[in-house]
């Protein structure tokens, strides 16, 4: 079922008028999701389709568990500012780093500005991507070519959605969605290097990267050993990767971006010399995505370095799980 899901969600966004299908109907597994399941529920249920047992809650142990008992039992305020897009900008202000992000070109916050967006306006290759939102992205790369009539509409209904549904990110639920246009960043290969952050200190990269079309996910630690683990998405690269020149830089960036929470995931591009700021992740996949072939292995050792805070949200249902 899983494999047939993923074919329909593929074949839609293959194509204009697909992903506004695809979109549309998001909308009502939203409601749908909201309206009969809490996000305990959620949390404990999806746990166990994806690794096969019940989750430990009280006493957590690996990566996927402290994350789970992450979005039940703890709130800071800065998560939801860092996950939003545009809002980023406000934290990154605090450390001087809001320089590394990408130019915007203009921010769309409701349906009357998405109707008003001159397309003649914009160059011919640029970025639009939902401020609050995951992989609700669009890469231009000649306007031309596309389907405005149809995209607008997929804007307005990127403005309905709220990435929180499916896997309770509690950070995104409260964000305003806007639509963001930034500069198209034109450098191939654009490497994606991702900073995993434990308690301020960053200890593993998630590098993706692509060849010849085709899509790699590497991990190296922060020494850059390649680690011989990957994910179902994407397969590692049979090669070394080459480590940039300016890691140490990108290092200390993702250090003072991550003083102030649990685990976040710092996200950059490098190229030329150049570092941009991609973004703060906090819980990836979901909190939920294995590390394949050697899970439970890998799943407690990141799980090992992370600390959990006390609790702040949720005091009753965590005293309940205590006292089970």
């Known amino acids: 079922m899983k494999k047939i899901k993923k074919t329909i969600k593929n074949k839609l966004l293959n194509s204009d008028r697909g992903t506004l299908l695809f979109y549309k109907i998001r909308t009502i597994r939203e409601w749908l999701a909201l309206t009969f399941i809490d996000d305990y529920t959620y949390v404990t249920k999806e746990f166990k389709k ?13 990566i996927s568990e402290k ?3 992450l979005k039940l039992f703890y709130r800071n305020n800065n998560m939801p500012i860092c996950s939003d897009k545009y809002e980023i900008r406000n934290f990154l202000k605090k450390y001087g780093y809001d320089h590394l992000l990408n130019e915007v070109i203009t921010v769309l916050e409701s349906d009357k500005e998405i109707d008003q967006l001159d397309i003649d306006s914009l160059p011919d290759k640029f970025v639009v991507k939902a401020t609050h939102g995951s ?3 669009l890469i231009c790369t000649d306007k031309s070519e596309l389907d405005w009539k149809l995209w607008k509409k997929t804007f307005k209904k990127w403005l309905t959605l709220n990435l929180y549904v499916f896997g309770r990110e509690w950070n995104y639920k409260e964000l305003k969605p806007k639509i963001l246009i930034e500069k198209f960043i034109d450098h191939q290969p654009l490497i994606d290097y991702k900073f995993m952050c434990f308690n301020g200190e960053p200890k593993y990269l998630q590098i993706n ?3 010849e079309n085709e899509k790699y996910v590497d991990f190296y630690d922060i020494n850059w050993q390649k680690l011989e683990i990957y994910k179902k998405t994407f397969p590692p690269t049979s090669y070394e990767l080459e480590k940039p020149e300016n890691f140490s830089e990108m290092k200390k960036i993702a250090t003072d971006l991550s003083e102030e929470f649990p685990f976040v995931r710092v996200d950059f591009y490098n190229f030329k010399g150049r570092i941009i700021i991609g973004e703060l992740t906090f819980f990836p996949g979901g909190g939920m995505s294995p590390y394949y072939p050697e899970t439970d292995k890998y799943e407690s050792l990141f799980g090992s370095y992370l600390e959990l805070p006390e ?5 009753e249902l965590y005293s309940k799980i205590q006292n089970s």
Not at 50 to 62: V, W
Not at 311 to 315: E, I, T
């Open 209 to 211: 990267s692509e060849d």
């Open 135 to 137: 992989s609700w992205n």
């Open 311 to 315: 609790p702040n949200h949720n005091l």
């Open 67 to 69: 994350l789970q008992w």
């Open 50 to 62: 994806r690794y096969g047992r019940e989750i430990d809650l009280k006493n957590p142990q690996t």
